[in-house]
């Protein structure tokens, strides 16, 4: 089921292309999908080996005090999303084990790190509650890299947020969908994130709000970011799809 979504996903690469940034892009993804084919993906999962040091992302459940009188336990749980760095004798890690908070989410989040030789990045769901909404879920994406001031730091270099939503008409203002985890897929020259949506348009954070031009059909999105761990920091192209 993975290995199709690589193919599906390079097909809404090319689609996405067209469609959002017209023909200047179209050459970029002949080229994306050429190396594509030529380089095996990398699957994002529970952990990642990069630079020597083994690096795994989880969700630590913790309570807190709830703020609606209603509430009939007086506690809520809440999820904090961590990224931990571990070393061991055999291996070549030259730093030193840590610990890095990255978000925290009011339900439970899905999580996936992934590494090649350009760079580190994990990606997790999270979701806080919206009155008259219910959860509104939204698709994270961090670029991480040792601080150089702080040995026991994970830096943030780029940050990437994907958020749905709902729009009765082209043009016209919305409400909030649902992005939501599947799959973070690592290549050479470009990152893929797919999951499922609820809503007709896709936005990334940062990036301009606009009320969209012509509205998303499908229950599953795509986002890809050409060059992620590059300087130029390209936005992502955005689509939807079902399956």
Sequence with gaps: MAYGSLHYGA???????????????????????????????????????????????????????????????????????????????????????????????EYEPQVAIAANSAGLVAAYSWATYVRFVGAWGRVSIHSLNPSPVDPLRLDTTRKSTVLGSFHAAPGEAGFPGTTSLGELILYPDHLQVHGPLSGNWLSAEPGPNTPPSALLQGNHFVAVYPDFFGTAQQAPILDAYTQ
């Design 11 to 105: 097909h809404l690469l090319e689609t996405a292309s067209m469609r959002i940034l017209g023909s200047i892009v179209v050459g970029m993804v002949t080229l994306l999908g050429s190396s594509a084919h030529a380089d095996p993906p990398v699957l994002g999962g529970p952990q990642a080996v990069w630079q020597g040091c083994t690096y795994s992302i989880r969700s630590q459940a913790y309570t807190e005090p709830s703020t609606d009188p209603r509430d009939p336990y007086g506690t809520v749980t809440r999820y904090k999303i961590v990224v931990q760095r571990e070393s061991s004798p055999s291996s070549t890690c030259l730093l030193a084990p840590t610990i890095e908070e990255l978000a925290t989410s």
